[in-house]
């Protein structure tokens, strides 16, 4: 089992990849309540499915000022 979480402001954000028969299920929650619940065959698509995850959730980078 793989975990990724962000907890910010008292929300939490998680998504949890386990193996299954039929290949992988990509469970994402917010808080307590699951938003997505998705079984791939294909591994590369719970990679991408990881990096989206990641990239919408981490915190923004602060932008360089122009003195």
């Known amino acids: 089992m793989l ?3 962000f907890t910010r402001d008292g ?3 998680r ?3 386990t193996r299954s028969d ?3 299920v990509v469970r994402e929650e917010r808080d307590d309540r699951v938003v997505r619940d998705i079984n791939y065959t294909d591994w590369h698509r719970v990679e991408r499915a990881i ?3 990641e990239l919408t959730n981490r915190e923004p980078e602060p ?3 122009r003195d």
Do not use: D, L, Y
């Open 3 to 5: 975990t990724r979480e």
């Open 11 to 13: 929300h939490t954000k």
């Open 15 to 17: 998504v949890t990849i």
């Open 22 to 24: 039929a290949g992988w």
């Open 51 to 53: 990096q989206m995850f």
């Open 63 to 65: 932008v360089p000022s």
